[in-house]
């Protein structure tokens, strides 16, 4: 089992970044696949980026490729999510998600454990 901390979110205005980090506590996290999924209000939770265990291999939603940057720190049981030109559009609640030996989930039934969320509110 392993609990998830997320951390990093605010309020932030149109075109700032901001990075997010997830700690994760308990056995073997380097054989989990990481990701974030975020939900506005109103809407369903969506993928937004995750990253293998096995070949740290990254896949990022449509909507954030090249703003957006998963990494993983196995030493320090820790995976972040670097947000760069933030849109009003990425206004959601950010959750941290962990798939114990898998590959990367785009929905949200393939996460094992969820973090609490963080928010994010980007003001245009």
């Known amino acids: 089992q392993v609990q998830l901390v997320e951390s990093g979110g605010g309020l932030v205005q149109a075109g700032a970044s901001l990075r997010l980090s997830c700690a994760a506590s308990?056995?073997?996290?380097?054989?989990?696949?990481m990701g974030w999924l975020r939900q506005a209000p109103g809407k369903e939770r969506e993928f937004v980026a995750g990253?293998?265990?096995?070949?740290?291999?990254?896949y990022y939603a449509d909507s954030v490729k090249g703003r957006f940057t998963i990494s993983r720190d196995n030493a320090k049981n820790t995976v972040y999510l670097k947000m760069n030109s933030l849109r009003p559009e990425d206004t959601a609640v950010y959750y941290c998600?962990?798939?114990?030996?898998?590959?990367?989930?785009?929905?949200?039934?393939?996460?094992?454990?969820w973090g609490q969320g963080t928010q994010v509110t980007v003001s245009s």
């Open positions: 990253i293998n265990w096995s070949d740290q291999n990254t």
């Open positions: 308990g056995r073997a996290f380097s054989r989990y696949a």
């Open positions: 998600a962990a798939a114990y030996n898998s590959d990367v989930a785009t929905t949200t039934k393939g996460y094992d454990y």
